[in-house]
């Protein structure tokens, strides 16, 4: 096997020219709709996430192969705040999709954003804003970036970094926005809209971080590295933003690979393989410790694929089973280390986020489709099954009472630099 440092080397380095950003302006516009069926049971949704990690529906595969890529210094791209209606999106809201009669939730695409089209983009939100950054078209990674108000359907720009990288993964702080690229990182200050570097890792046991956390003092990479026996294994180091070393964390049971899933926990994080194997481990900040996750599993079915998600303090797996006769997709909520299998009736997912009392499920049949599903039961609470982005490529961040999706590559594979937002009205 190849070592994961002559992996890193033989990427090819980031080109040296940021991309062109485009600006346009526009109100606030509600998606179209279908039709509402009659429901018993109106579920009201409050998403109330005070800051939320960047789930992107981009393959693990990919993760790996950027965040393998050398950083290199790029050009500064000018970056034109765009100008738009202060008209916040609730207003004269439109149900989309099959929504029940009193859940008040609904998607619209927001105003165009300053950025151009790009895939896999580090997002945050910050309490009032969603930062967006990076990201890449091709092999041209993006070093521009821009925060939209969900509030006044606006954005700004913001300041550009010294250098960029396909495979960055952001986290944020509670003031700051903090970037972990292949071996090192940088962070951002909104407050002063100014770049640091964080200084690099040299050390086999950890690094090539396709992940980041906080753990309330320290950011936390995570990623790839060496056991004792050379064999690859998820490894993790910690660094408080100003110091000037990182420390190495002690590496989990779990070996590495390009299909991993990364979900942040209460008090941590849980590393899960989506494949066949469906299982994985958790990380505890308070002990620096790794638990096992118990795989998935259902009487005379083998798991296809599943995705993990943390909803309402524990977590949950939206799983594809396969058995003699047929597949079918169910939800599975974790309890007392043991998964408790829901009803069949769910689609085959590729990404999802949760929110208080529900998931908000992607996925992707030839069409994009969305699914909010309630945490409790697996029940279907609503579906867009004809949605114009969220293939690839496309960044998912929850903050506040919404849940905000950009860019990424539309149904016909081409690069968009739109969004759209979900929220559900108090």
Do not use: C
Not at 213 to 240: P, Y
Not at 275 to 295: E, H, I, L, Y
Request: no cysteine; proline share 7%.
């Amino acid at each position: 096997m190849t070592s994961l440092e002559d992996r890193i080397r033989s990427y090819s380095a980031v080109l040296d020219e940021a991309a062109q950003v485009q600006a346009g302006a526009s109100s606030p516009r509600p998606l179209a709709s279908s039709a509402t069926p009659s429901w018993a049971r109106p579920v009201r949704v409050l998403v109330a996430i005070a800051a939320a990690g960047v789930l992107v529906l981009a393959s693990a595969w990919l993760v790996h192969q950027r965040t393998a890529t050398s950083m290199t210094d790029l050009t500064d791209a000018s970056v034109v705040t765009t100008a738009v209606s202060t008209v916040p999106p609730t207003s004269n809201p439109v149900e989309v999709g099959t929504v029940p009669p009193g859940a008040d939730s609904d998607w619209f695409e927001v105003a165009p954003s300053p950025l151009s089209a790009r895939e896999d983009a580090s997002v945050v939100w910050t309490g009032k804003e969603f930062l967006v950054w990076g990201g890449h078209q091709g092999n041209l990674a993006l070093s521009d970036g821009a925060a939209y108000d969900p509030e006044t359907n606006t954005w700004r720009a913001v300041a550009n970094n010294a250098w960029a990288h396909p495979g960055a993964r952001a986290t944020w702080t509670g003031s700051s926005m903090v970037v972990v690229a292949k071996n090192g990182g940088a962070v951002y200050d909104p407050a002063t809209d100014t770049w640091n570097d964080l200084p690099r890792i040299d050390d086999p046991r950890a690094g090539a971080f396709a992940a980041a956390f906080w753990n309330g003092t320290q950011v936390v990479g995570v990623g790839a590295g060496r056991d004792e026996a050379g064999k690859e294994v998820v490894a993790a180091a910690a660094i408080a933003p100003g110091a000037s070393t990182w420390e190495v964390l002690p590496q989990s049971p779990m070996e590495w690979s390009e299909s991993l899933q990364y979900v942040a926990t209460p008090g941590g994080f849980t590393v899960w393989d989506g494949g066949a194997a469906s299982r994985g481990f958790s990380f505890d900040f308070a002990t620096t410790t790794w638990t096992a996750v118990p795989p998935l599993s259902a009487a005379d079915m083998t798991p296809v694929s599943s995705t993990l998600v943390s909803v309402d303090g524990r977590l949950a797996a939206i799983v594809t089973l396969s058995g003699i006769e047929h597949d079918e997709t169910r939800l599975a909520t974790l309890d007392d280390l043991a998964w408790q299998l829901g009803p069949p009736g769910l689609q085959r997912t590729t990404s999802a986020v949760g929110v208080p009392g529900a998931i908000m499920a992607f996925g992707n049949n030839g069409v994009p489709w969305r699914e909010l599903i309630r945490a409790s039961d697996g029940a279907q609470l609503g579906t867009w099954p004809d949605v114009t982005i969220g293939v690839t490529g496309t960044s998912i961040a929850v903050g506040g009472n919404t849940v905000f999706v950009w860019a990424g590559r539309d149904r016909t594979g081409a690069l968009v630099g739109t969004g759209q937002l979900w929220r559900s009205h108090p």
